[in-house]
């Protein structure tokens, strides 16, 4: 079975996003650091060589494949910012609707920038989607 690439490691978190040549997004990437460290009260994590990740739990599919992921985190990617919302959006409807210009994936929440959505909304997806996180992973 194949491993997974993209682990937790010792890199620098601060280092990372102080190399991010756009200002804007750096300190969006800044903002959005403190808003998942107060959901989750856990330190940040390099996970791979570009995602800022929280906490972690242990998965494991009916294939017998296992591992362990990040309870919430983000990279800034090329084309936007990549907010990793574990449980999905399904349970989330109304938030979403108040949350400002966004798209999403599966559990990839997509935005140009802070600015672009509603910060208290936001906030409150991340803790709620946490919450959930450690409540099913118990």
């Given amino acids: 079975m194949a491993e997974l690439k993209t682990k937790v490691n010792d890199a620098s978190v601060n280092k990372f996003i102080k190399s991010i040549k756009d200002e804007q997004v750096r300190d969006d990437c800044f903002q959005i650091l403190d808003i998942m460290q107060k959901a989750t009260k856990a330190e940040p994590k390099m996970w791979?060589?570009?995602?800022?990740?929280?906490?972690?739990?242990?998965?494991?599919?009916?294939?017998?494949?296992?591992?362990?992921?990040?309870?919430t985190g983000f990279s800034p990617r090329k084309q936007n910012i990549t907010l990793y919302i574990?449980?999905?959006?399904?349970?989330?409807?109304?938030?979403?609707?108040?949350?400002?210009?966004?798209?999403?994936?599966?559990?990839?929440?997509?935005?140009?920038?802070?600015?672009?959505?509603?910060?208290?909304?936001?906030?409150?997806?991340?803790a709620k989607s946490v919450k959930k996180m450690k409540q099913t992973n118990k």
């Fill in 48 to 71: 791979g060589t570009s995602i800022i990740g929280f906490g972690s739990y242990h998965y494991k599919y009916a294939s017998g494949r296992e591992g362990d992921w990040m309870l």
């Fill in 86 to 126: 574990m449980p999905g959006f399904q349970e989330y409807d109304s938030l979403m609707k108040n949350l400002g210009k966004h798209s999403t994936g599966k559990s990839c929440l997509y935005i140009k920038k802070l600015e672009d959505v509603d910060t208290k909304v936001l906030k409150e997806l991340v």
